[in-house]
């Protein structure tokens, strides 16, 4: 199998025929070598009585599965179960991924069981990671391949998480424009632990709406059969989509498309992102009334609402603001929320331990990266933040300095700031968000 040469030849497909869309943009991400021109007229025009019939052999062939690598290899992750590394399975990559393509080809692949981990999640708490093996990852990444552009075929507008030629800056403009319009009361929903509670059965059933592959349908259930190890313990969920695998977004945005389609309409302005969602109105009276029709789908349909991260409030009173994607809505504000702040707070921390012997000028490199990074998403949260932010920066970088002529202390004196004044760390390239915002402010 000559993976590596036809790799070469894997580009993203630039238009799609006009029979299946006006705007070619539409579906320039998708992977030409498995969406040729021939698919996506049909994926336009609809194939016969709704369903595909035919798709596993796009999931084995080689080129799919060589663009399914390629992006696994390039996000790093970290080893399965088997602890077969990214940098180990890439010495033998064209080996593996022949083996892989004979196991789904005969109908003898099987996914191994999931790692469990957990990851930090603020204030003591964790959240479950499931890490999949190097292999189980590209099989799911084939798989997302050939069926994404079915499922995208069918989304809506309002959905923006984990979507090609999507992001969360999109989403926020719609929530910024439409309290703008007038819909500031807001339904800000929460679903709890939703990875983990997506009932498989009803989930099976959607996918089987579009789908009637058998050696699909049979490869995806097993992945949400997939047996979790975690230390000693070992068990077979009874529900869920692994939080971490290739498949989860698309699983779960397929699944709250239901709610997508209940929620769309001229009335009220609503916006998703992956389990996180808000539904903005008029007046009370509507709210209250949307926040009844989620509640009544959301326990049809298996899930439950976060009791306490969930209510309805007028965001331009202080007080019944709202959180939606890293940022607070309130008083006719947007800010970036505490635990945004915190957040940033602690890689700076990571940063500026004051035993570090590096140079400053290295130092200053780092923080500019994280400091750029966060500014640049949070570039529309209200001015006191930049000013907060530059400040706890370089309090910390005196500190360092104070700390390396021997005498203790946190860079608070007013004789540090004489020592090294804002204009010392200017001259040593440190990034100033206030400085920053200000400039973007007079350039709009």
Not at 110 to 135: C, D, W, Y
Request: charged share 25%; net charge positive; glycine share 8%.
């Amino acid at each position: 199998m000559q993976i590596k040469e036809e790799s070469d030849s894997i580009v993203r497909a630039t238009a799609r025929p006009e029979s299946c869309s006006d705007d070619p943009r539409l579906w320039s991400w998708v992977e030409a070598s498995v969406w040729t021109e021939r698919m996506l007229a049909a994926l336009g025009n609809g194939v016969k009585g709704g369903k595909w019939h035919s798709l596993i052999d796009k999931v084995y062939a080689p080129q799919t599965l060589w663009a399914a690598w390629k992006r696994v290899a390039s996000n790093h992750g970290a080893a399965g179960i088997d602890r077969v590394s990214v940098k180990f399975f890439e010495a033998n990559a064209e080996y593996y991924l022949t083996g892989l393509g004979k196991e789904l080809r005969s109908g003898s692949y099987k996914p191994s069981p999931i790692r469990r981990v957990h990851i930090p999640k603020g204030k003591g708490k964790t959240r479950p990671l499931g890490i999949a093996t190097v292999k189980d990852r590209i099989v799911q990444g084939a798989l997302k391949l050939v069926m994404e552009p079915i499922f995208e075929k069918e989304f809506l507008p309002v959905s923006f998480g984990f979507r090609p030629e999507r992001s969360c800056k999109d989403a926020l403009r719609i929530v910024d424009n439409s309290l703008k319009d007038g819909f500031t009361w807001v339904v800000d929903a929460d679903l709890q632990n939703y990875f983990d509670t997506i009932p498989k059965q009803a989930l099976m059933q959607l996918v089987e709406t579009k789908v009637s592959d058998v050696n699909i349908l049979k490869l995806l259930q097993q992945f949400l059969d997939q047996k979790v190890i975690e230390g000693m313990s070992q068990w077979t969920p009874v529900a869920g989509t692994p939080q971490g695998s290739v498949i989860s977004p698309l699983m779960s945005n397929l699944y709250l498309h239901g709610l997508d389609e209940l929620l769309s309409n001229s009335d009220i302005r609503y916006v998703r992102f992956a389990d996180d969602f808000v539904a903005m109105c008029r007046t009370r009276q509507d709210a209250e009334r949307v926040l009844e029709v989620i509640q009544d789908w959301v326990g049809s349909h298996g899930l439950v609402l976060h009791p306490d991260k969930t209510h309805v409030g007028n965001c331009v009173v202080k007080g019944q603001g709202f959180e939606f994607l890293g940022y607070r809505f309130e008083a006719g504000k947007r800010w970036a929320r505490p635990k945004s702040k915190q957040a940033l707070r602690d890689k700076i921390r990571l940063l500026t331990g004051r035993l570090r012997s590096d140079s400053l000028e290295t130092i200053i490199k780092e923080l500019n990266a994280v400091l750029r990074g966060w500014f640049g998403y949070f570039i529309h949260a209200y001015r006191t933040t930049f000013r907060d932010v530059d400040g706890f920066v370089r309090r910390r970088l005196r500190a360092i300095l104070r700390k390396r002529e021997k005498r203790p202390g946190f860079g608070r004196t007013s004789r540090d700031h004489k020592l090294w004044p804002n204009s010392f760390f200017a001259s040593h390239g440190l990034f100033t968000m206030h400085e920053a915002h200000t400039a973007a402010s007079q350039s709009r």
